[in-house]
Antibody
Framework: QLQLQESGPGLLKPSETLSLTCTVSGGSISTVSYYWGWIRQPPGKGLEWIANIYYSGSTYYNPSLKSRVTISVDTSKNQFSLKLSSVTAADTAVYYC??????????????WGQGTLVTVSS | SYELAQPPSVSVSPGQTASITCSGDKLGDKYACWYQQRPGQSPVLVIYQDNKRPSGIPERFSGSNSGNTATLTISGTQAMDEADYYCQAWDTSTAVFGGGTKLTVL
């Protein structure tokens, strides 16, 4: 059974860089056809997609966050990572990693991590 | 940017049918999927590619998508179906989520 687990600091100060890692177990991150993504959810609010990455390094970013976001993959560790720079209180959210299954227009997120709460506060 | 609109809340009596809509410009020309999120839990995919159910999702969950509206239908709603539901589609390689609908089973 595929499992995803987020890890990283839970508390940041404004202007710092958020860094999270998603470790994939029970399957290979290098499997053809799967992208890997990050989605976040501010407390009490809805879901917001951040970015996707393929094992080859191909990436897609949410245009609203693109200038601050970097997604990367480490196939040797079966991990992918997220960096979000210059964080503010508005970036406080539960951050989920997930597997994207399907093509560019018909895909869906079929496996999700448990999520990790990142709080930005001075 | 592309937007998906959902009603903030829907109420249904146990055993009845619940319908949750998701509206977007020419949404019927795209594929829609739906996620269920219970309090404190991660989202779970319940419908993908408009009307397909993942393994393990009860048959009472179904979906449709036409025109500007995608609809998630839950037949014979049970208390355990009380949750937030989110629709999602793709627009120029960008994933877009609806704002979510809180389903209350009264």
């Amino acid at each position: 059974q595929l499992q995803l687990q987020e890890s990283g600091p839970g508390l940041l100060k404004p202007s710092e860089t958020l860094s999270l890692t998603c470790t994939v177990s029970g399957g290979s991150i290098s499997t053809v056809s799967y992208y890997w993504g990050w989605i976040r959810q501010p407390p009490g609010k809805g879901l917001e997609w951040i970015a996707n990455i393929y094992y080859s390094g191909s990436t897609y970013y949410n245009p609203s966050l693109k200038s601050r976001v970097t997604i990367s993959v480490d196939t040797s560790k079966n991990q992918f990572s997220l960096k979000l720079s210059s964080v503010t209180a508005a970036d406080t959210a539960v951050y989920y990693c997930a597997r994207r299954n399907g093509g560019n227009t018909d895909s869906y997120f079929d496996y999700w991590g448990q999520g990790t709460l990142v709080t930005v506060s001075s | 940017s592309y937007e998906l609109a959902q009603p903030p809340s829907v109420s249904v009596s146990p055993g009845q049918t619940a319908s949750i809509t998701c509206s977007g410009d020419k949404l019927g020309d795209k594929y829609a999927c739906w996620y269920q999120q219970r309090p404190g839990q991660s989202p779970v995919l319940v419908i993908y590619q408009d009307n397909k159910r993942p393994s393990g999702i009860p048959e009472r969950f179904s979906g449709s998508n036409s025109g500007n509206t995608a609809t998630l239908t839950i037949s014979g709603t049970q208390a355990m179906d009380e949750a937030d539901y989110y629709c999602q589609a793709w627009d120029t390689s960008t994933a877009v989520f609806g704002g979510g609908t809180k389903l209350t089973v009264l």
